[in-house]
Nanobody
Framework: QVQLMESGGDLVQPGGFLRLSCAASGSISSIVAMAWHRQAPGKQREFVALISNTGTTKYADYVKGRFTISRSNANNMVYLQMNSLKAEDTAVYYC?????????????WGQGTQVTVSS
């Protein structure tokens, strides 16, 4: 199993920036990719960004050019640098890991961290 814990959420003004962190523990070597998703009040959870274990990244169109996903293998961390934040970025941000166990794919989720963009 893989356990995830997010941190870094905060209240920030429009145009500001934040860096979210996700600490992974457990069966780290089984992780195939890690991602960030978000869920705004009254809306479904949506994809934000992904980074594979080979370093390939993918972004949703609505964050492309503003957000950057990165990782540190040394300390099992994944980060989401968020710049030029907008009110519509307000959401709970969740870290997600896809991993393999006995040939089967699994997913783990963190508890989420609140990001609020408001003046």
């Amino acid at each position: 199993q893989v356990q995830l814990m997010e941190s870094g959420g905060d209240l920030v003004q429009p145009g500001g920036f934040l860096r979210l962190s996700c600490a992974a523990s457990g069966s780290i070597s089984s992780i195939v990719a890690m991602a960030w998703h978000r869920q705004a009040p009254g809306k479904q959870r949506e994809f934000v960004a992904l980074i594979s274990n080979t370093g390939t990244t993918k972004y949703a169109d609505y964050v492309k050019g503003r957000f950057t996903i990165s990782r540190s293998n040394a300390n099992n961390m994944v980060y989401l640098q968020m710049n030029s934040l907008k009110a519509e970025d307000t959401a709970v941000y969740y870290c997600n890991a896809g991993f393999m166990t006995a040939g089967k794919a699994h997913a783990s989720w963190g508890q989420g961290t609140q990001v609020t963009v408001s003046s």
